[in-house]
């Protein structure tokens, strides 16, 4: 049976956020172990928003690849709730680092393990929510 991520021992992902309308939530960082937690979603930093951020692409992109680093933005979509009653689109922006670690050994990836990923996305079709901190 083959993991997700055959070699890539660690993968750390950093958020910082940026928020147009005030002082932005606290930087996060979490740090994945494949192929248990092959998962890269995380919620909005706001707990009154039901946003999240997606980074299952660019995570792939990123172990697939030799360069294991990708950096870029992403914008929440969820909706904020804000003084109890107003909706509004949230808007806030994560600017994500995403590192992936490598067992040392001579070794390189011998295939893309895109697909083993997709399948594994693919299985978690419950209504199970994935926490991505760890510990
Ligand atoms: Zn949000």
Redesign the pocket.
Known sequence: MRNAFPVVSRIVVELTFEDPESAAPAAQSHALYPPARAFFEFP?P?AN???KFDLGTVAKRAISHSSSHATGTAE?S?V?TRDGVTQRA???RAVYTITAEYDAGPEAPAEPTAAGYLRRGAGTASGTRVKSTMK
């Open positions: 909005c706001y928003c039901d946003g929440c969820g904020r949230c808007g806030i």
